[in-house]
């Protein structure tokens, strides 16, 4: 049995295989291959994206979706192992992924950090749990990494470039006035690193440099591929001959869960937004966002809406490589 928790976990050739797939299945949406299967999806945060493209996905594959979340009646979740269950958790997680798998052929997981401790939520306790637990594949639908938002990515980029080695990539931070997750920027620093491209990841100071687990696994996908992941804080050097701008906002991990003491450095950055002067930099690149995205902060209304940026189609890119994915991991066992 096989989950998809991060693309780390899954060759290039493989992730090139669900690709390909889901190429195919945008040309042909409908079909069987989730024909009397249904997929738990795990819902402790907000959605539209993710909630949407997969319950329509199974949908069109002949499967069947159900939404859970505590809002919607779902018993709150214990998820640490050995402890006296006084608390509010009524159920621990194992008994419900045990069960959860008696009844379903799929999970997907949907659980943010709780933005307290990054070194408690850089852990990814929930997901791995399920993972652990659970007797049919788990899927991520962001917890920390986002891997089914950079495999939709990452086939838009394919569609409007074609073949992406030696392609310059940056993936810049913008400002927002609340600090975001880093699971987005982490993974599409991850998979453009793995698809053979040169990342320069763009942040205001080194407080805003991602985590050094993924800036490793970048790394080392990079030098594999002759490449390089570069880290500057000069936009000016960052779009220089950019051939695929990637906007989103994160928190600073070294002031993680005290927000208040990085909003003052945060606020000193708005000019990091991704406008029409600095996209004149790039070599006419494409740009694009994971939304949502808050207009005129993150990025202009003159470059969202101009014909570089391809943010529609890697959003309807997420319901045709998540078909792929549910595809292959039931095809598995």
């Known amino acids: 049995m096989r989950h998809f928790l991060n693309t780390s976990d899954w060759t290039r050739p493989e992730l090139q295989a669900l690709i390909d797939d889901a190429r195919l299945l945008k040309e042909s949406p409908h079909g069987d291959a989730l024909e009397g299967k249904t997929i738990a999806l795990l ?3 907000n959605s539209l994206r993710t909630r949407t493209s997969f319950d329509v996905g199974a949908r069109h594959l002949g499967g069947h979706a159900i939404v859970l979340s505590p809002s919607g009646g779902m ?3 214990e998820f640490e192992d050995g402890v006296v269950m006084d608390g509010e958790a009524e159920e621990h997680v194992r008994d419900a992924a045990k069960v959860l798998s008696r009844y379903c052929d799929l999970i997907g ?4 950090p709780k933005f307290e401790s990054w070194e408690e939520d850089r852990k990814d306790r929930i997901l791995n749990a399920f993972a652990a637990h659970s007797e049919v594949p788990v899927i991520n639908m962001e917890t920390i990494t986002h891997p089914c938002q950079e495999m939709a990515h990452l086939m838009a980029l394919q569609e409007r470039l074609g073949p992406l080695d030696g392609k310059k990539y940056v993936l810049t931070w913008s400002y927002h006035p609340k600090p ?7 993974s599409a620093l991850m998979i453009a690193a ?5 990342v320069t990841l763009l942040c205001p100071t080194d407080d805003y440099i991602l985590d050094k687990r993924y800036m490793t696994i970048a790394s080392k996908d990079a030098e594999a591929n002759g490449r390089s992941v570069t880290v500057t804080h000069d936009p000016g050097a960052a779009y220089g001959g950019a051939d695929i701008v990637y906007a989103k906002s994160w928190g600073a991990l070294p002031y993680f869960g005290n927000w208040d003491a990085e909003k003052p450095i945060r606020d000193r950055y708005k000019d990091f937004i ?3 002067d600095k996209m004149a930099l790039t070599d006419s690149a494409v740009v694009s966002h994971c939304l949502p995205m808050r207009r005129n902060l993150i990025m202009t209304d003159g470059v969202f809406d101009g014909p570089n940026c391809f943010a529609y189609d890697e959003a309807e890119n997420r319901l045709h490589v998540q078909k792929a994915i549910m595809k292959r991991l039931v095809e598995a066992g």
């Open 194 to 198: 793995k698809f053979g491209m040169d």
């Open 274 to 276: 991704v406008d029409e």
């Open 43 to 45: 819902f402790l945060n």
């Open 75 to 77: 018993w709150p979740l």
């Open 180 to 186: 975001l997750n880093t699971a987005v920027a982490n």
């Open 109 to 112: 997981i949907r659980a943010f």
